[in-house]
Nanobody, 121 residues
């Protein structure tokens, strides 16, 4: 079970950190990802991290502004978002999958409930 939190209303240029706690049985052989979905749009890949090595992949739209990290002892995933833009406004979801890094939503089989991020101009 995944529980995302940390969303809110911020201004352009501000920072925000999202968290996602994974409860229940976990394994080191999995990857976790962040996706987002704006109204009327498809769910979009943001970034992903391999739990064992912390290897990451980011979408071009957030590269250099967003950073994914994890705290193994607390089974917690983070998304540090800096220099936020209005186009970052969306519901952000955390997801998990057994296996290697993946960028497609269909590759993930566990999802959190989503947290709203709104960036005003």
């Amino acid at each position: 079970q995944l529980q995302a939190s940390g969303g809110g209303l911020v201004q352009a240029g501000d920072s925000l950190r999202l968290s996602c706690i994974a409860s229940g049985r976990t394994s080191t052989s999995y990857a976790m990802g962040w996706f987002r979905q704006a109204p009327g749009k498809e769910r979009e890949f943001v970034g992903t991290i391999l739990w064992s090595t912390a290897m990451t992949i980011y979408a071009d739209s957030v590269k250099g502004r967003f950073t994914i990290s994890r705290e193994i002892a607390k089974n917690t995933l983070f998304l540090q978002m800096n220099s936020l833009k209005p186009e970052d406004t969306a519901v952000y979801y955390c997801a998990a999958r057994v296996g290697l890094l993946a960028t497609l939503p269909d590759n993930y089989n566990s999802w959190g409930q989503g947290t709203q991020v709104t960036v005003s101009s």
